[in-house]
């Protein structure tokens, strides 16, 4: 592959070693050198580019080799990075961690071979003394289409602790420390509902970003990270001035597209294709509106935290009133996970409360104290459906602490037109509850990387065929 773009991995050994901190610390160091940054996310995650999106000022596209195919994730990769000085690719759990325990697939490790990019390891080292030389040495050798370029060394001791790493890992010829993180140097990021939380800039200030790179410029070379990446320090001109191609002058089709606290969970690449696909995306407030924007072809409902924010949701009946006629008006109305759960009767809250929501589902969803679900999916399609025809089969991510109180297809206007796989144990079920035009579901589908998909949803929103 071309390395157009000068490019870095920020991997880690593990979840939990500081991954999105280190990210976050090199692109807003890269920024205040004037660069262009282009920022990445491996895997299906929504949360981690929500941050990243901000410390970049650009968007974050998600890299996912199981999900949307390598041959898609490294033309995404080259289209985005185009206009960039150095691309920033933060990895998803260790290093080698991807959608099976044997195989490469859907793996930082993965997308960093199939985009020939280096990679920086982020280690924990409280309580490690030499013991890092052996797991960095692990971690270079493991796969020799990997090139470990260098570590970082977080969570240290002491500064001298730090001095300590770099020397074991030289006298062991191994990858160098490129920064040695003492332990509270870099500042707490937000506290997380459920363990998760978007970020914004009234949670993820420009104070924690600035600090984020000073604790990364005192403990640390920038220099020589953009070296490892292939990057001179000042920006290229000719990038600087470039800039992504906008939204299609010839779209005809109008779609609207919920986002606000509620709802804000979307991959970048599904609603550029679908602007490529003919449509205008005209986004609206399910909290604050009062009513669906005018004339729309077709509605998409993202993920989010509708839970968070149930009693504003329940409050706004004009709102309410209007997703219901308009899907009573046959055209495509496409909802996932949080979306699905402003389309049911309601929302239960943990303590029991209930909000009264859309109502076209016929049945509540319930929160629950522990994770309902988690990873990857193969939808195989049963039926023709707003995406697809029978037969047909779209591949995702589901991740909800929710769950319905019952089967929609049980009531005789709806049917469940998803077979789905579960990545994780292998586990197959029935989902993808439809009814006429209306689909909802709680995975996020990733259709941009199967241009029939769009063009079908187009279609049917165009009056060209039927689901």
């Not at 262009?36 to 995650?45: H, I, L, S, T």
């Not at 960093?112 to 971690?139: E, F, Q």
Request: aromatic share 8%; with cysteine; net charge negative.
């Amino acid at each position: 592959m071309s390395k157009s773009c000068p490019r870095i991995v920020i991997a880690g050994v593990s979840s939990g070693v500081g991954k999105t901190s280190v990210t976050l610390a090199v692109v807003r160091a890269l920024r205040k050198r004037g660069l262009r940054v282009q920022v990445f996310k491996v895997g299906p995650d929504f949360l981690d580019p929500t941050y990243l999106s901000i410390a970049s000022g650009q968007p974050c596209y998600n890299l996912d080799g199981w999900m949307a195919g390598p041959d898609y994730m490294r033309r995404l990769f080259e289209e985005k990075s185009d206009h960039a000085d150095i691309a920033v690719i933060e990895g998803v759990m260790g290093l080698f961690d991807g959608s099976d325990p044997v195989g490469p697939e859907g793996s930082t490790a993965e997308t960093a071979r199939l985009l020939d990019a280096p990679v920086i390891l982020v280690v924990n080292t409280h309580g490690m003394a030499r013991s890092v030389a052996a797991l960095v040495k692990g971690y270079a050798e493991f796969d020799s289409r990997i090139s470990v370029a260098g570590v970082i060394a977080n969570h240290c001791g002491s500064e001298r602790h730090g001095s300590w790493m770099a020397e074991s890992l030289g006298a062991c010829k191994l990858p160098p420390v490129v920064a040695a993180i003492p332990r509270g140097a870099f500042p707490e990021l937000p506290s997380r509902h459920l363990g998760l939380v978007t970020a914004d800039s009234r949670n993820l200030t420009e104070s924690i970003l600035d600090a984020l790179a000073a604790a990364l410029e005192r403990y640390g070379s920038v220099d020589e990270i953009l070296r490892m990446a292939g990057a001179d320090s000042v920006p290229s001109e000719s990038r600087m001035g470039a800039d992504l191609s906008k939204q299609d002058a010839s779209a005809s089709l109008r779609l609207g597209v919920a986002l606000d606290e509620a709802f804000h969970f979307y991959y970048p690449d599904n609603l550029e294709a679908l602007e490529a696909a003919g449509f205008e995306l005209v986004y609206f407030s399910p909290i604050s509106r009062e009513r669906l924007p005018e004339d729309l072809d077709a509605v998409y409902i993202g993920g989010g935290y509708p839970e968070t924010h149930a009693a504003s949701l329940a409050e706004n009946r004009t709102m309410l009133e209007s997703i219901r006629r308009f899907a009573q008006s046959g055209r495509p109305l496409y909802a996932e996970c949080g979306g699905l759960m402003y389309l049911a009767q309601g929302i239960e809250l943990l303590d029991g409360v209930r909000h009264e929501l859309v109502g076209l589902l016929p049945q509540w969803t319930k929160m629950l104290a522990k994770r309902r679900s988690l990873g990857y999916v193969e939808v195989s399609f049963s039926e023709d459906s707003l995406f697809a025809r029978a037969g047909d089969k779209l591949r995702g991510h589901e991740f909800h602490y929710s769950e319905l109180t019952g089967d929609p297809a049980s009531d005789g206007n709806w049917r469940c037109v998803y077979s789905l796989k579960r990545r994780r144990n292998n586990e197959d079920a029935s989902e993808g509850f439809q009814c006429g035009n209306i689909l909802a579901s709680y995975v996020h589908a990733h259709f941009a990387s199967r241009t029939e998909a769009v063009q079908r949803f187009a279609a049917i929103a165009a009056g060209r065929m039927h689901s």
